[in-house]
C-alpha cells in the first residue's frame, strides 16, 4: 500500500500526517521564495534597462533638436544660395544677348536682324554696330 493509500484509509498514525504536511508546506514555501527571489531580480534588470533606454531616449530627442535647428541653418543657407543663383542668372543672360548680339555684328550682321535674333532695342543695336565698327577701326590703326 502506497503512502497517499495509508492516508486515506486512516492506518498512519496523525503525527506523521501533519509531519508529512508541514514538510510539503515547507518545500512548497521554498518554491515560493526561489520564484520571488527570481521575479525580483528579474524586476531588476527590467528596472535596469527601462532607466537605460529612457537616457536613449533622451539622448536620441536632444541629437533630434540638435539636427533640426542645424537642418533649419542648411535650408536658409540654401535659400541664400538659390536667389544669388538666381541674381546671377538674371544678368548673366543679359549679357548673353549683348554677347551674342557682338558676335552678330562682327559677322556684319545688320541692326534688323540684331533686334530680331538678340530682342534688343533699335538703340541698343545701333550702339552695339556703332562699337563694333570703332572696333574695326582701332584694329586698322593698329595695324
Do not use: W
Request: proline content about 1%; charged content about 25%; aromatic content about 2%.
Amino acid at each position: 500500500m502506497s503512502f497517499i493509500e495509508n492516508i486515506i484509509q486512516g492506518s498512519l498514525p496523525l503525527e506523521l500526517v501533519l509531519l508529512a504536511t508541514i514538510v510539503m508546506n515547507a518545500l512548497m514555501f521554498l518554491y515560493l521564495l526561489k520564484i520571488l527571489h527570481k521575479t525580483r531580480n528579474q524586476a531588476r534588470v527590467r528596472e535596469i534597462l527601462v532607466r537605460s533606454l529612457q537616457s536613449d531616449l533622451r539622448a536620441m530627442c536632444m541629437g533630434a533638436v540638435g539636427i533640426g535647428k542645424r537642418m533649419l541653418k542648411i535650408e536658409q543657407q540654401l535659400r541664400q544660395q538659390d536667389m544669388r543663383q538666381d541674381q546671377i542668372e538674371i544678368r548673366d543672360t543679359g549679357t548673353r544677348e549683348y554677347d551674342h548680339a557682338v558676335r552678330l555684328a562682327r559677322k556684319n550682321a545688320d541692326i534688323d536682324d540684331l533686334i530680331s535674333t538678340c530682342g534688343l532695342s533699335r538703340g541698343e543695336a545701333e550702339l552695339i554696330k556703332i562699337m563694333q565698327r570703332h572696333d574695326v577701326a582701332t584694329q586698322i590703326n593698329r595695324a
